[in-house]
């Protein structure tokens, strides 16, 4: 069951029922986390909540690293045998 307000031009409302909600939403992320570990991933852990201080961590951005003699090899192999476009 939702509430809203008569007179709310928003169209806003909320939920008398948070047990259902927290539920219906552990099982929408199960179900999604379900399709991640088939992918192959390992751990995969649900929650509804952010953890602390998420939102004062700082971005990271990707560095480039040199690539060891074999593997530039085994990449340049790799792009040599590309299929055509």
Known sequence: MVKRD????RNAGYAMNVALVEKL???KLETVAATVRAEGW???E???TAPAGYHA???HYPEALPLSNEDQ???DAAQATRLPS
């Open 6 to 9: 008569l007179f709310d031009d």
């Open 46 to 48: 649900c929650s509804a």
């Open 25 to 27: 939403v552990a099982e």
């Open 42 to 44: 390992k751990w995969v």
């Open 57 to 59: 961590m700082k971005r």
């Open 73 to 75: 090899a085994a990449l």
